[in-house]
């Protein structure tokens, strides 16, 4: 099984997710489920097969869930002296095309939300900017397009 790189926060993040599902969702649900079976387990009982579809919808949530941590894994430092692109490393890239200039964060695919500035590594422009020096320019092939974009800064 190929492991997924995540950061200590992001991993964080999917663990207290997991245990909030599991601690205080799933009982409301099952609670709901059984008082829905009190009024019998039949066709014409919608109380009760929407109770069962909202276990089954929580169940597949936990299970994926208990997936992705199980194929983590916590990636710590820089390991490169070099101010270089890598995993955790924070950057600042400029649009060549519109000038606009985004800061991001290098993290794994379980953690991405452009949004909010984090790029996953396996996403075209996280593949293009991986490796590469502050001041080089890299053009990418996006679902929007061809983009050309310059690395301005890099923090590890």
Known sequence: MEKIPITRQGFRNLYTQLVYLRRVVRPRVLEELQEARLYGIKI???????????????????????????????????????RRVTFGARIAVMNMDTGQVFHFQMVGPFESDVCNGKLSIDSPVGRGLMGRNPGEEITVLTPAGERTYRILHVDL
């Open 44 to 82: 014409d009982n919608q109380q009760y097969l929407l109770a069962r579809e909202q276990h089954r919808v929580l169940q597949k949530k936990i299970d994926d869930l208990q997936a992705k941590i199980a194929r983590c894994e916590i990636v710590v430092g820089g390991k490169f002296l070099a």
